[in-house]
C-alpha cells in the first residue's frame, strides 16, 4: 500500500464550481501535512498547510481527520488560474522527509 | 535570482555515461534533497543531508550518487546512466520548522 494516496483525476471542473480532493495516508505515526500545487513541468510550491482543526485560506479549505487518516482540500469558486496538479504530502513524527502522494490533476474549464 | 538553483535545466545524455546535476541554494536551509519526478509515479525520494557531514539514501537511490560540497551545494551523480533513470529531477532545502523549497527540475533525457 502507497503511503500516501490520492484519486489520480483527471478533474474536469466548469469555472466557478467547487471541487473537493482527498487524500489518505498509511503511517498513523504521521505529524503534519501539506498541499502543494504543481504546474505542468514546474516544480511544487507549498500551497497550505492542514491542520487539525481544519484551516481556510481565501477560497482553499483543508481538513484533517487523524482518526481516518484522511486530508482534504477544498477549492471554492474555482479560476482558470486553479488548473494544475494538487500534491497531498505527509511528514512524519521525527523524520523531516516529506512523503508525496502521485498528485491529482485538476482542469478548470471555461 | 532564484532561491535554489539547479543546473542543466535539461540534458541529453547517453547510455553508459557520467552525468552530475548540481544544485545550490541562496536560503540558508541546512537540509537539502534530491528527488525524482516520473509520471503515475509521483516525487521519490533519491538521497538527502541534514548538513555538510551528513548523507542519506532514500527509496531510490541504487545507480546514483551524491556530494554535499558545501551547505549551499548539493550535487547528484549518475555513473553510468540508464535509460530508466529518464525523469524529472528536483533539488529541494528546508529548514526545520519551514516547508520545503524547490529547485526548477532538470530534465534529463538518456537515451
Known amino acids: 500500500r502507497k503511503e500516501v494516496e490520492q484519486d489520480p483525476g483527471p478533474f474536469n471542473v466548469p469555472e466557478g464550481a467547487t471541487v473537493a480532493f482527498n487524500c489518505t495516508y498509511s503511517?498513523?505515526?504521521?505529524?503534519?501535512f501539506f498541499w502543494y500545487r504543481q504546474d505542468c513541468r514546474k516544480e511544487p510550491k507549498l500551497l497550505m498547510s492542514?491542520?487539525?482543526s481544519g484551516n481556510e485560506d481565501g477560497r482553499f479549505t483543508a481538513q484533517l481527520n487523524r482518526a481516518s487518516q484522511y486530508i482534504s482540500l477544498l477549492i471554492r469558486d474555482s479560476k482558470l488560474s486553479d488548473s494544475a496538479t494538487y500534491l497531498c504530502?505527509?511528514?512524519?513524527?521525527?523524520?523531516?522527509?516529506?512523503?508525496f502522494g502521485t498528485g491529482t490533476r485538476l482542469t478548470i474549464i471555461p | 535570482d532564484a532561491d535554489v538553483t539547479q543546473t542543466p535545466r535539461n540534458r541529453i545524455t547517453k547510455t553508459g555515461k557520467r552525468i552530475m546535476l548540481e544544485c545550490s541554494q541562496t536560503?540558508?536551509?541546512?537540509?537539502m534533497y534530491w528527488y525524482r519526478q516520473d509520471p503515475g509515479l509521483g516525487l521519490r525520494l533519491i538521497y538527502y543531508?541534514?548538513?555538510?557531514?551528513?548523507?542519506n539514501k532514500g527509496e531510490i537511490s541504487d545507480g546514483y550518487s551524491v556530494s554535499r560540497q558545501a551547505q549551499a551545494k548539493f550535487s547528484l551523480s549518475l555513473e553510468s546512466a540508464i535509460p530508466n533513470q529518464t525523469a524529472l529531477y528536483f533539488c529541494?532545502?528546508?529548514?526545520?520548522?519551514?516547508?520545503?523549497?524547490f529547485g526548477s527540475g532538470t530534465r534529463l533525457t538518456v537515451v
Open positions: 543531508s541534514f548538513d555538510v557531514k551528513d548523507i
Open positions: 492542514v491542520y487539525s
Open positions: 536560503k540558508g536551509h541546512d537540509r
Open positions: 504530502v505527509v511528514l512524519l513524527f521525527g523524520n523531516e522527509k516529506l512523503t
Open positions: 529541494a532545502t528546508s529548514a526545520l520548522g519551514y516547508g520545503y523549497t
Open positions: 503511517n498513523s505515526a504521521s505529524q503534519s
